[in-house]
C-alpha cells in the first residue's frame, strides 16, 4: 500500500463509505476520517479491511496522510456542517491544495465557499453526487464545480468512479465555475421530484380509476421500461410493485401516503421563481408532497367534503396506452422546464455550461437516468444555441404524438375528481409555451388600473411604456417599472 493517500475523505455514513470502496476499486488510495472516530475503526476493520485505506482520527492526520496537492472531500450534512470542517481544514493545507464538497450543498453556499477558500490561497469544488447507495459504490453520477483549476487535480479519480455510458464515456465532467456544479445537482434533483411524480399520478389513476392490482401494475411498467420509458425510475417502480411484504400482500399498499423531502425540490422552485422562469411541473410536484404530509387534514377533508365518483366506462387497454403518452410529454416538458431554468442561471451567474454535456453526465449513476437523454445530447450537439428542448424537431414531434393521450387522460382524471397536478401543470405550459398570444394584455391593464404600473402597446415599439387614466380620477403620474 502508498504511504500516502491519493485522496481523503471526510465522512463514513452510507454514501461516504460507498463512495471510498469505489474509489479504492479503482486502483486509489484513501484517506478515511469521520467526527466520530470509532466509526474508523469499525470500517477498517469490516468493508475496508485489508483494503488499500489509511485510517486517520483527526483532521490534521488526514491531511497529513496525503499527497499534494492535498484533496479532502466532505461527505456530510449540507449547512453548517460543511463550513465548520472547511474551517477544520484550512490550518493543515498549503496554497493549492484543494477542499472538496460532495454533499447535496445549496449552490449559493457553494459560491460563497469558493470565494472564501480562494481567499486562503486554496482551492474548492463543490460537486453533485447521484445515485444513491448503490451508485456511490458502483458508480455515480458526478457534476463538479468550483475552482477550475482543481479540475485537473481530480479529474482521473472523479471520471474513474463514475458511471459510463456507451463506448465507456464517463458520467463526470467539468460543469463549469463556483456553484454551477451544485445548481446542475439541484435541477437534477428537481427533475427527480417531477418524474416521480408523474409517475405516482400514473400509479394512482390504474390503481383507483382502473382498479388495477400491484401485479397489473408491475406487467404494464415492466413493459414500459423496454420502450421511450426506459428509466431507473420506471425500473425501480416496477420492481416496487412486484415486491411483496411477509404475508404475501402488496408491501407498497402498506407505506403510508406522506412524502418526505430534503429540500433540494423546493431550492429548484424558488431559484425559478427568483429568476421568472416557469417550473411548473417540479413546483406543483413539490406541492403534492407538501399536501401528502397533511395527512391527517385530508383524512378529516375526506369525510366531509364530496367530489365525483369515479367511474370508468372506457376501453381499459386505451387508457394504459394514453398513460404512457402523458408520461412520456410529461417528462419531456418537466427536462424542457429544467433546461430552461439552467439557461437562466448561466445567463445570472456568467456560467459557460455545457448542456448536452450534463445530459450525458445524467445518462448513467444518477436517479434521473434515462434512455432519452441521449436525444438531449444529440439535441444540443445540433443546436448548441437551442432556445428550448420544445423547439427541437425530435422532441416538437414525440410531445405532438403524446398530447392526444395525454389530454384524454387529464380530462378523465378531472373528470373523476383524481388528483392529477404535475400531469396537468405540465400540459398546461405545453399549451402556453405554443400560445402566440396569452391574456397578460389584460392582466396588464389590472395592473396599470389599480397601481399605475404602465403596459407595452402592439402598435408601438417594445420599450414604450404607456399609462392610461381609466377612471378620470387619476393623474398622469405613472409608477416606475421593474422587473421582480
Known amino acids: 500500500m502508498k504511504q500516502k493517500a491519493d485522496i481523503g475523505l471526510i465522512g463514513l455514513a452510507v454514501m461516504g463509505e460507498n463512495l471510498v470502496l469505489n474509489m479504492e476499486s479503482k486502483g486509489f488510495t484513501v484517506g478515511v476520517y469521520n467526527r466520530t472516530v ?20 483527526s483532521i490534521k492526520e488526514l491531511c497529513d496522510s496525503l499527497e499534494k496537492p492535498r484533496k479532502v472531500m466532505m461527505l456530510v450534512k449540507a449547512g453548517k456542517p460543511v463550513d465548520d470542517f472547511i474551517e477544520q481544514i484550512i490550518p493543515h493545507l498549503e496554497e493549492g491544495d484543494i ?23 486554496l482551492l474548492y469544488i463543490g460537486t453533485g453526487v447521484s445515485g444513491g447507495e448503490e451508485g456511490a459504490l458502483l458508480g455515480p453520477s458526478m457534476m463538479p464545480g468550483g475552482s477550475p483549476a482543481a479540475w485537473p487535480a481530480v479529474k482521473d479519480i472523479f471520471q474513474a468512479v463514475a458511471a459510463k455510458v456507451e463506448d465507456n464515456v464517463p458520467c463526470c465532467d467539468w460543469v463549469g465555475e463556483d456553484g454551477a456544479g451544485h445548481f446542475v445537482k439541484m435541477v437534477h434533483n428537481g427533475i427527480e421530484y417531477g ?5 405516482n399520478e400514473a400509479y394512482q389513476l390504474m390503481k383507483d380509476l382502473l382498479g388495477m392490482s400491484a401485479d397489473e401494475m408491475h406487467e404494464v411498467f415492466k413493459v414500459w421500461n423496454e420502450g421511450d420509458l426506459d428509466s431507473y425510475l420506471t425500473e425501480i417502480t416496477r420492481d416496487i410493485l412486484a415486491f411483496k411484504d411477509t404475508d404475501g400482500e402488496p408491501l407498497v399498499e402498506k407505506i403510508l401516503d406522506t412524502a418526505g423531502q430534503k429540500g433540494t425540490g423546493k431550492w429548484t422552485g424558488v431559484v425559478a421563481l427568483d429568476l421568472g422562469i416557469p417550473l411548473t411541473l417540479i413546483g406543483e410536484s413539490v406541492f403534492a408532497r407538501c399536501l401528502s404530509a397533511q395527512k391527517d387534514l385530508r383524512v378529516k377533508a375526506s369525510k366531509m ?93 414525440k410531445v405532438e404524438q403524446a398530447q392526444a393521450g395525454w389530454r384524454r387522460v387529464c380530462a378523465t382524471a378531472l373528470t373523476n375528481g383524481i388528483p392529477v397536478p404535475a400531469l396537468t401543470a405540465a400540459l398546461t405550459y405545453f399549451d402556453g409555451l405554443r400560445s402566440e398570444r396569452l391574456p397578460a394584455n389584460l392582466l396588464q391593464a389590472q395592473r396599470d388600473y389599480f397601481g399605475a404600473h404602465t403596459y407595452e402597446r402592439i402598435d408601438r415599439p417594445r420599450g414604450e411604456f404607456f399609462h392610461t387614466n381609466w377612471t378620470g380620477r387619476g393623474g398622469d403620474t405613472a409608477s416606475t417599472t421593474y422587473v421582480v
Open 38 to 57: 470509532e466509526k474508523v475503526d469499525q470500517f477498517l476493520a469490516g468493508r475496508g479491511k485489508g483494503k488499500n485505506f489509511i485510517g486517520a482520527h
Open 99 to 121: 477542499i472538496i464538497d460532495g454533499g447535496n450543498s445549496h449552490f449559493p453556499d457553494t459560491i460563497r465557499r469558493t470565494k472564501y477558500v480562494e481567499s486562503k490561497g
Open 195 to 199: 418524474d416521480m411524480q408523474i409517475i
Open 305 to 397: 367534503i364530496s367530489g365525483p365518483a369515479v367511474h370508468f366506462t372506457g376501453d381499459k387497454k386505451q387508457m394504459i396506452d394514453d398513460l404512457k403518452d402523458a408520461l412520456f410529454g410529461a417528462k419531456i416538458i418537466s427536462y424542457a422546464q429544467g433546461y430552461n431554468l439552467m439557461m437562466e442561471a448561466a445567463k445570472e451567474y456568467n456560467w459557460n455550461l455545457n448542456y448536452g454535456g450534463i445530459a450525458l453526465m445524467w445518462r448513467g449513476g444518477c436517479i434521473i437516468r434515462s434512455v432519452f437523454l441521449g436525444d438531449i445530447k444529440k439535441a444540443f450537439d445540433k443546436n448548441p444555441e437551442l432556445e428550448n428542448l420544445l423547439l427541437d424537431p425530435y422532441f416538437k414531434e
